[in-house]
């Protein structure tokens, strides 16, 4: 038994390595989604082209102005002379953000009446622009507060905001959880429905039903290498998140990589229930791509929140099991929860985990109708 | 003494399509049987049904006495089974795929190396090679090999020379023989006819249905018409016609002359004075001994 079973382990290993495709997949897709992930979808920005009208010219707003580009942030790269001007400049796409500071803007804003700045915006890429504003205005804001250090606004409610476990909204402490989510799912599920698929498109899987093999241990010889090279994967990709992208593991490291282990369960469960529907690697490759990778991009929060969707993708959002898993690896790796603070979540992953295991074996033909 | 394999009013129906209907059928142990018929004819089907892949909307069949649909486990420990596309693993060597098959058989080649000595001895220079890197002949050894390493009282080997050259053929035969000699039934399809004399007994199948179970030199025997081969300087005009005759009853080609059946017994010289009045040179006419096609074309052409 314990030697089909390594016999079998080893006739897969063969399989991935001499397969230059599947070893690209299993290893260079991580690393590459990674790299991708982290240098282009993030809501930091550096250097964003800023054209600024000054209507007013006089010190206070050339102090403003050094403000603004002294972080680094903001890159002065038009000084229009109207709003016309600068609307030109909009349209050219040559700068994303307009400030417009009205004219006298040091007599009123010391005089105590108060001033008016305009900021604007190119909506086109929408969550640029409110990050963009958002950034801009905080930064006012805190110029207004220097100039009255000591000074109470009348009637002013005074804002304090404090981002919890992520204060400088670094972009990877969101993307590394999803990636990892991602991967784990379309490496498990894909490769373990592929190669399931292969077997039966090539005929091998009769020779093996038409042995003595129970057909449990056919299904556990074809996904063990992947639980393994899955698990190296999660641990790439945390390692990777880590150093190069400063991503934290604050709470317990075993108990983040025991639930990566229950999460992987799940995804092969479905990738072993995929294969059993498909009969060749082609529909097994695109019902992964239909069930897998759009749901667990697009459904599960890691690109776009859950809490803004219309109520029934919230609802199909529930069946996605990388939601609960990216909430089990902000849990840990971010706010350094530990196991009471995840139970919720990981009982799901669990129940899914069975219910998927039991279909796939229902599913599995050892005899054809 | 019970028969090796029974086969009882088995039929499959895929959807509206009938693939096999009420076939019946018992092969002796150690009996090396031929299923000879053309692609379509549903071969394959029945040996999937054997080899309890496949369950039949209707009839029962046994191997060694397990039913195949209930008792599919214990069937699948006691055959060996050669699908007739090529299925073994292309990426694996031949050593490596003999070596998994004899392993998840809870053998290991080792032990049963004697089944497969004298096919696998040809194999062993190319035993590092990729079996997807083999020729067709090469590809067919290896996966008799593959189907034998754990000594199955029955092999089922579904069109195993389709594909492969006339020398390897022979051979391929020659090692079946030596096989049933061990007493291992043996139950293998092809789509030529002139392997079938190779076989014990043969049945004939075609639509589905058996035309035929015997001897092959019982079945030839059974052809009563009367038959000539015929040849002339122009074949294809002479096909043509003695096909427009009355006096014939089917015209086949048959190498280098014409099977001609005729509906009477009739004097040679009748269709030499007729081909000569149609103008042929060089003609050549003598009675022909039926063939396992004469025999299969006819029993086609009265089903």
Not at chain 2, 26 to 44: H, M, N, Q, R
Not at chain 2, 112 to 121: S, T
Not at chain 2, 169 to 180: C, G, S, T, V, Y
Request: neutral net charge; charged residues 20%; hydrophobic residues 45%.
């Amino acid at each position: 038994m314990l030697k089909t079973f390594i016999a079998f382990v080893k006739k897969e290993m063969y399989h991935i390595l001499r397969d230059v495709r599947t070893l690209l997949i299993l290893f260079g897709m991580p690393i590459a989604l990674v790299l991708i992930f982290g240098y282009t979808v993030t809501n930091e920005f550096k250097g964003a082209s800023v054209g600024i009208v000054d209507q007013a010219q006089d010190d206070l707003s050339r102090q403003l102005i050094t403000k603004l580009t002294a972080s680094g942030h903001f890159e002065l790269v038009r000084k229009p002379h109207n709003i016309e001007a600068l609307e030109a400049d909009f349209r050219a796409g040559d700068v994303k953000l307009g400030i417009i500071i009205p004219p006298d803007f040091e007599k009123y804003f010391l005089g105590g009446e108060g001033s008016t700045i305009q900021l604007i915006s190119d909506a086109t890429e929408p969550n640029y622009a409110v990050t963009l504003t958002n950034y801009a205005s905080q930064m006012i804001r805190d110029f207004q507060q220097e100039q009255f250090p000591t000074e109470q606004m009348p009637y002013a409610v005074a804002i304090e905001n404090r981002m919890f476990y992520n204060p400088e909204l670094v972009g990877a402490y969101n993307f590394i959880p999803g990636v990892v989510a991602l991967i784990l799912m379309l490496i498990s599920a894909m490769m373990t429905s592929l190669t399931i698929a292969r077997e039966k498109e090539s005929g091998t899987m009769d020779l093996l039903l038409v042995s003595p093999l129970n057909p449990v241990l056919i299904i556990l010889g074809k996904v063990t290498p992947y639980v393994v090279l899955s698990f190296i994967n999660a641990l790439v990709v945390f390692a990777m998140g880590w150093l190069i992208f400063d991503v934290p593991v604050r709470g317990s490291l075993a108990l983040l990589l025991a639930l990566c282990l229950l999460y992987l369960m799940v995804a092969l469960a479905l990738g072993i229930l995929i294969s059993t529907r498909s009969d060749s690697q082609q529909t097994a490759m695109m019902m992964s791509m239909f069930v897998l990778l759009m749901p667990t991009m697009l459904l599960s929060g890691f690109i776009f929140p859950i809490a803004s969707m219309p109520a029934i993708l919230q609802f199909i959002s529930k069946i996605i099991p990388a939601k609960y898993f990216i909430l089990i690896e902000k849990a840990i790796m971010l706010k350094g929860a530990g196991w009471e603070a995840i139970a919720i979540p990981a009982g799901v992953l669990l129940l899914m985990m069975f219910v998927l295991l039991a279909a796939a074996r229902k599913n599995f033909k050892v005899v054809y109708d | 003494m019970k028969p090796s394999i029974q086969i009882n009013q088995i039929g499959k129906t895929y959807g509206d399509v009938m693939a096999l209907s009420d076939i019946n059928l018992e092969v002796e142990t150690g009996e090396l049987f031929g299923l000879i018929g053309p692609d379509g004819a549903g071969k394959t089907t029945l040996f999937r049904i054997l080899t309890s892949l496949l369950k039949p909307n209707a009839g029962e069949a046994w191997v060694e006495g397990l039913h195949t649909v209930k008792d599919y486990k214990k069937i699948r420990r006691i055959i060996g089974y050669m699908p007739g596309k090529f299925s073994l693993y292309q990426d694996l060597s031949v050593a490596e795929n003999l070596t998994f098959f004899a392993t998840i058989f809870g053998t290991t080649i080792q032990e049963n190396y004697h089944l497969i000595k004298e096919i696998y001895q040809q194999l062993e220079p190319f035993k590092n090679r990729r079996a997807g890197k083999l020729s067709g002949g090469m590809k067919q050894k290896l996966a008799l090999c593959c189907a034998l390493i754990h000594e199955p009282k029955v092999l089922f080997l579904d069109e195993p020379t389709t594909g492969v050259d006339a020398v390897s053929r022979a051979e391929f035969w020659q090692m079946l023989k030596r096989l049933r000699e061990r007493g291992i039934t043996i139950m293998v399809s092809t789509p030529y006819m002139d392997e079938a004399s190779l076989c014990e007994r043969i049945a004939l199948i075609q639509g589905g249905k058996i035309l035929s179970v015997d001897a092959p030199e019982a079945i030839t025997n059974s052809y009563q018409k009367p038959l000539y081969a015929v040849r002339t300087a122009d074949y294809y005009r002479l096909l043509n016609d003695l096909r427009d005759t009355d006096f014939a009853e089917r015209v086949a080609p048959f190498g280098e002359f014409l099977h001609l059946t005729t509906r009477e017994k009739m004097p040679e010289q009748e269709i030499k004075d007729f081909l000569l009045s149609r103008g042929h040179s060089d003609i050549r006419l003598q009675p022909a001994k039926p063939t396992i096609e004469d025999v299969f074309l006819d029993l086609m052409q009265t089903t």
